[in-house]
């Protein structure tokens, strides 16, 4: 069946330094990618979704880019703030409106 | 715009009580979905709602678990009686119109159940 594998945490860094969270997934068809942040005692938030292979969607400097061909949508930022610590959620949609979510990659930046 | 809506945020209970949750969408959303989230790991759906209509309770513990959405807007999810097991952050989202790559999600904030 469909699934998410996304890189095991927990990631700590410096704050300006680069981010990469990996990002795989197993589906059939064409599915829907997101990302999405559960900040400390909050729900989750859509951070950035791509909806077709070669999509690259972007937000508050976030970038991640659907490659069909290594099935990945790698999650991206050029310098994190300490405000970016979070857990990032990888997650999937396919047809037949089924969700799945990747187990989080909890990241800690520190000043 | 007000987002999902859930309470209570945190609730403790003996094992073999009844807990309910309740959940009011964004409006005009016409799709409900609850999801359970265990420590560490990723939500995983309970329940999807489309407006009355449970369209898919596949990974819904009929046993102890039950789910309404009345009129198509608030949902309550209810779990009598509570295993030790349950304990975990359950979670409600809502989006316009589910069945479209291009639909997005809203989360609420969850409610935290802890069984004693």
């Known amino acids: 069946g469909d699934s998410v594998t996304q890189m095991e945490g927990p990631v700590t860094l410096s704050e300006e330094a680069f981010l990469t969270i990996n990002c795989t997934y197993t589906a059939t068809g064409y599915p829907s990618l997101f990302w999405y942040v559960q900040y400390p005692g909050e729900g989750l938030q859509l951070l950035l979704k791509a909806t077709k292979a070669d999509d690259k969607g972007s937000n508050k400097g976030f970038e991640a880019t659907y490659r069909k061909e290594t099935t990945s949508f790698h999650l991206e930022k050029g310098s994190v703030q300490v405000s970016d610590s979070a857990v990032y959620f990888c997650a999937l949609w396919n047809t037949g409106n089924q969700f799945y979510f990747g187990t989080g990659t909890s990241l800690t930046v520190i000043p | 715009e007000a987002g999902v809506v859930q309470s209570p945020r945190y609730k403790i209970i003996e094992k073999k009580q009844p807990v309910a949750f309740w959940c009011n969408p964004i409006?005009?959303?016409?799709?409900l979905y609850w999801y359970l989230q265990n420590l560490g790991q990723g939500p995983e759906l309970l329940i999807r709602y489309e407006n009355e209509e449970a369209v898919d309770d596949s990974q819904l513990p009929k046993d102890r678990f039950s789910a309404e959405r009345l009129k198509g807007v608030d949902s309550t999810l209810k779990i009598q009686p509570a295993e030790l097991g349950d304990s975990a952050v359950y979670l409600c989202a809502s989006s316009l119109e589910g069945g479209l790559r291009t639909d997005t999600q809203y989360f609420g904030p969850g409610t935290r159940l802890t069984v004693l």
């Open positions: 409006s005009g959303h016409n799709t």
